[in-house]
């Protein structure tokens, strides 16, 4: 199962801000706020609290004590999320979105079979765990499913076109580019005199790649007898010049960089640079730019959502109104208490 992360279910419910709907419901004693005609009960803001101390108990860290700032942040993180739980339901109802239990039924089985071999044991030890009640693994699933849909059925009508493609492609034309490239193989050593030695002994007829593997202080490449492909440009300007100006076979004298001392050897010839054709990219430039036109939909959704719903219309319980209030950093408002 994946990690039913606390105080955050899903992409969508981290991207809500704790304000509410119109609000209809009845702020009870029970209650730590209400959102449109929705009830968020202590009860649950106890149970998250306790998640939160299990946590804090697994990595063997002193849970913060009430009344500390410590404590008020975490505090208000929680009834936030519970805010944003509240809302995502509710935009939920409105849009049509409804997770069965049968739904559920199914996500749990599949976390079982990808992430427990299929063991119910296995399971029911990670939810116990994470400080969780089967039924409230339960309704956290339930909330990523609902959280996912609505990303759905939001971003449902977000087409990417030949023109977009190809418009990404032509502005992004560097990215598909690749720089001439060469096979090389060096010794990096710190201290000149070992170079100069060194370079003398490959010139007398010595086994660069055995060398390599005794001198060399380049970990990506000495165990390998020196042996790297380089790009253009994708070194230091000092190795980069040499690597690319030496004749194939050639070996150089000592080339000093930042690193050290480096003597190289061209082992084949440069490669010429090449640019990926776009019919190569079609598909993975059509994928990440309808991710991104998605993502823009859902948090321009977001923000409108946001703006209808705060400004006072989402109701706390006397000593639980987070702080800063959420509703504040989007309008300047904030909502009301009891």
Same mark, same amino acid.
């Given at each position: 199962?994946?990690? *039913? ?12 801000? #704790?304000? =509410? ?14 959102? #449109?005609?929705?009830?968020?009960? $202590?009860?649950?803001?106890?149970? *998250? ?10 990595? !063997?860290?002193?849970?913060?004590? @009430? ?6 942040? *975490? ?32 996500? /749990?089985?599949?976390? $079982?079979?990808?992430?427990?071999? =299929? ?8 939810? +116990?765990?994470?400080? *969780? ?7 956290? /699933?339930? &909330?990523?499913?609902?959280? &996912?849909?609505?990303?759905? +059925? ?11 493609? !190809? ?42 790649? $055995?060398?390599? $593997? ?17 790009? !253009? ?13 030496? +004749?194939?076979?050639? /070996? ?19 490669? @010429? ?11 993975? /430039? ?7 036109? !998605? ?10 959502? +946001? ?32």
């Amino acid at each position: 199962m994946r990690r *039913l992360v606390l105080f955050g279910f899903a992409s969508l419910a981290l991207l809500a801000a #704790g304000c =509410g709907g119109t609000t209809s419901a009845s702020l009870g004693s029970d209650d730590v706020a209400v959102v #449109g005609d929705q009830q968020v009960s $202590k009860q649950e803001f106890q149970q *998250l609290m306790a998640r939160a101390q299990k946590s804090y108990d697994q990595q !063997k860290r002193a849970f913060p004590k @009430a009344g500390t700032a410590e404590y008020e942040q *975490l505090k208000g993180q929680a009834i936030t999320f519970l805010i944003q739980q509240a809302e995502v339901d509710s935009q939920a109802k409105k849009l049509g979105v409804d997770v069965s239990n049968d739904k559920v039924d199914q996500e /749990i089985a599949r976390y $079982k079979k990808q992430y427990y071999g =299929g063991s119910d044991a296995r399971y029911e030890k990670a939810v +116990k765990q994470q400080g *969780l009640t089967d039924d409230q693994a339960r309704e956290a /699933i339930r &909330q990523q499913l609902i959280s &996912q849909a609505l990303f759905k +059925k939001v971003t449902g009508g977000v087409k990417v076109t030949d023109s977009d493609v !190809k418009q990404y492609y032509d502005t992004h034309k560097t990215q598909y580019v690749q720089p001439e490239s060469r096979d090389v193989r060096h010794i990096l050593v710190t201290k000149n005199p070992l170079a100069d030695s060194l370079y003398q002994q490959l010139k007398n007829g010595g086994n660069f790649a $055995k060398l390599a $593997k005794q001198y060399s202080k380049d970990p990506g490449s000495a165990a390998n007898g020196g042996k790297l492909t380089v790009s !253009k440009g994708q070194t230091v300007p000092q190795f980069d010049k040499a690597a690319f100006e030496l +004749k194939t076979g050639q /070996i150089s004298q000592p080339v000093h960089t930042q690193y050290g001392y480096h003597i190289i050897q061209a082992l084949s010839a440069v490669k @010429a640079a090449t640019t990926t054709k776009l019919s190569q990219v079609r598909a993975s /430039i059509r994928q990440q730019h309808e991710q991104r036109k !998605k993502n823009d939909e859902i948090t321009k959704w977001l923000a409108d959502t +946001k703006k209808s719903y705060c400004g006072g219309k989402i109701k706390y319980q006397v000593g639980y109104q987070p702080n800063p209030d959420p509703c504040a950093t989007l309008t300047g408002s904030t909502s009301t208490t009891q």
